[in-house]
């Protein structure tokens, strides 16, 4: 997920009642909820392919988590020992265990979030680079913003430039979702009028004492997001599981690999994407029959693995970490506006055509052969 999912998520936990557990209990659940982003540092500043190899590689497994959560835990320790601060109440110190549970929570949510969108996790790194997908939500998910950002505007102290901000943040998110044209138009007005519901909510909480039922207010916006997370998982298993019984009337596809992936706002609509040995195939339908678009074929493209540039790229150190990191890939050859050609790979779950995310191409020399610079391997 981005970082305001994962930000509006720490604030919520920590709303929920948590940061009454213990002093830092909050800034550990915010921090932690970001942290295993810390990989950006060193994934982001060279190539495209050193970013497919390690975003998302130790830092988002279980044994890299609990390594963050430890450390995390001391450097608040030691910020609750050493660093001068402004104490309510009696001065009551930061507690060992109820901080650690938190920093363990807050990285935990980091990990569990990205794990149930389409681009994955490789939890059982080092022993294994397995990539794992939920295939529950995409990146960038406007339902999430909506429940997690609602509890925490709600829950947060009052003030005009406090609000004067989270209008302009509201305004923002209202413009990405309602001019995004993938986001289908049912999707977009129930989203508005959610907003607009939550608008209302917050004008009628506003008028209560400050502190009260904010827990309770907290505690509703985490049950509506796992709620959503549950319509996500049943969708998504009707989806898969008709998707599975159409192939099984194709003999021919038998072998391939067949998955549904998420599509922007729409928990009730998949994309779903079957893959052999020669073509991936994708069409939308929906977990219901009746929720299928009226108009819609398979749509397929060769994944042209046979041809011997594409074999070249394939085998050489970019084409490694290509393979290791694209799910659905497929390549193609193509004219370049000065008069070359290159090849191509993208990988189907985000870019099919044109030169969008998950895409990697080398320019070919005369003789037909794939230019890798190896300073861009990782």
Same mark, same amino acid.
């Given at each position: 997920?981005?970082?305001?999912? $994962?930000?509006l998520?720490?604030?919520?936990?920590?709303?929920?009642? &948590?940061?009454?557990?213990?002093?830092?209990a909050?800034?550990a659940l915010?921090?932690?909820a970001?942290?295993?982003?810390?990989?950006l540092?060193?994934s982001?500043?060279? #190539? !495209?392919?050193?970013?497919? $190899?390690?975003h998302?590689?130790w830092?988002?497994?279980?044994?890299?988590a609990?390594?963050?959560?430890?450390?995390?835990?001391?450097?608040?320790?030691?910020?609750d020992?050493?660093?001068?601060?402004?104490? #309510?109440?009696?001065g009551?110190?930061?507690r060992?265990l @109820?901080?650690?549970?938190?920093?363990?929570?807050?990285?935990g949510s980091?990990? &569990?979030?990205?794990?149930a969108?389409?681009?994955?996790?490789?939890?059982?790194l080092p022993?294994s680079?397995?990539w794992?997908?939920?295939?529950?939500?995409?990146?960038?998910?406007p339902?999430?913003?909506?429940?997690?950002?609602?509890?925490?505007?709600?829950?947060?102290?009052?003030?005009?430039?406090?609000?004067?901000?989270?209008s302009?943040?509201?305004a923002a998110?209202?413009?990405?979702?309602?001019?995004?044209?993938?986001?289908?138009?049912?999707?977009?007005?129930?989203?508005?009028a959610?907003?607009l519901?939550?608008?209302a909510?917050?004008?009628?909480a506003?008028?209560?004492?400050?502190?009260?039922g904010?827990?309770?207010?907290?505690? !509703?916006?985490?049950?509506?997001? &796992?709620?959503y997370?549950?319509?996500?998982?049943?969708? $998504?298993?009707?989806?898969?599981?008709r998707?599975?019984?159409?192939?099984?009337?194709? @003999?021919?596809?038998?072998?391939?690999?067949?998955?549904v992936?998420?599509?922007?706002?729409?928990?009730?609509?998949w994309?779903?994407?079957?893959?052999?040995?020669?073509?991936?195939?994708?069409?939308?339908f929906?977990? &219901? @029959?009746?929720?299928?678009?009226?108009t819609?074929?398979?749509?397929?493209?060769?994944?042209?693995?046979?041809d011997?540039a594409?074999?070249?790229?394939?085998e #050489?150190?970019?084409?490694?970490v290509?393979?290791?990191?694209?799910?659905?890939?497929f390549?193609?050859?193509e004219?370049?506006?000065?008069?070359?050609?290159?090849?191509?790979?993208?990988?189907?779950?985000?870019?099919?055509?044109?030169?969008?995310?998950?895409?990697?191409?080398a320019r070919?020399?005369?003789?037909g052969? @794939?230019?890798?610079?190896?300073?861009g391997?990782?």
């Amino acid at each position: 997920m981005e970082n305001v999912s $994962h930000t509006l998520a720490g604030f919520v936990l920590a709303r929920g009642g &948590l940061k009454k557990t213990t002093p830092l209990a909050a800034t550990a659940l915010v921090v932690g909820a970001n942290l295993p982003d810390v990989d950006l540092a060193w994934s982001s500043f060279k #190539s !495209a392919l050193v970013y497919f $190899h390690y975003h998302r590689g130790w830092t988002h497994s279980l044994p890299g988590a609990a390594v963050l959560t430890v450390l995390l835990w001391a450097v608040l320790l030691g910020v609750d020992r050493w660093v001068p601060a402004q104490r #309510s109440g009696s001065g009551a110190r930061a507690r060992p265990l @109820p901080l650690l549970a938190a920093a363990a929570m807050g990285v935990g949510s980091h990990l &569990l979030m990205d794990a149930a969108n389409s681009y994955g996790v490789r939890p059982l790194l080092p022993w294994s680079d397995r990539w794992m997908y939920g295939d529950l939500w995409v990146i960038v998910d406007p339902w999430l913003w909506l429940f997690l950002g609602g509890a925490v505007y709600m829950t947060g102290e009052g003030g005009r430039r406090r609000d004067l901000v989270w209008s302009m943040g509201a305004a923002a998110a209202a413009i990405v979702v309602l001019g995004a044209p993938v986001v289908p138009a049912v999707c977009r007005a129930a989203w508005a009028a959610g907003l607009l519901l939550t608008v209302a909510i917050s004008r009628v909480a506003a008028r209560r004492p400050p502190a009260a039922g904010r827990s309770r207010i907290a505690l !509703a916006g985490l049950t509506l997001t &796992l709620g959503y997370a549950g319509l996500c998982l049943a969708s $998504h298993h009707a989806a898969l599981a008709r998707l599975e019984h159409a192939m099984s009337n194709e @003999p021919a596809s038998a072998a391939g690999v067949v998955a549904v992936l998420p599509l922007p706002a729409d928990p009730v609509r998949w994309e779903g994407i079957v893959a052999d040995d020669q073509a991936i195939r994708h069409r939308t339908f929906g977990a &219901l @029959p009746a929720l299928d678009p009226k108009t819609g074929s398979w749509v397929a493209y060769r994944r042209n693995f046979d041809d011997p540039a594409v074999r070249s790229l394939l085998e #050489s150190c970019a084409g490694r970490v290509v393979l290791e990191f694209f799910r659905f890939p497929f390549a193609t050859i193509e004219d370049e506006p000065d008069g070359g050609r290159s090849v191509v790979v993208r990988d189907a779950r985000y870019t099919r055509r044109g030169r969008g995310f998950a895409v990697f191409s080398a320019r070919l020399a005369p003789n037909g052969a @794939p230019m890798i610079d190896p300073g861009g391997c990782p």
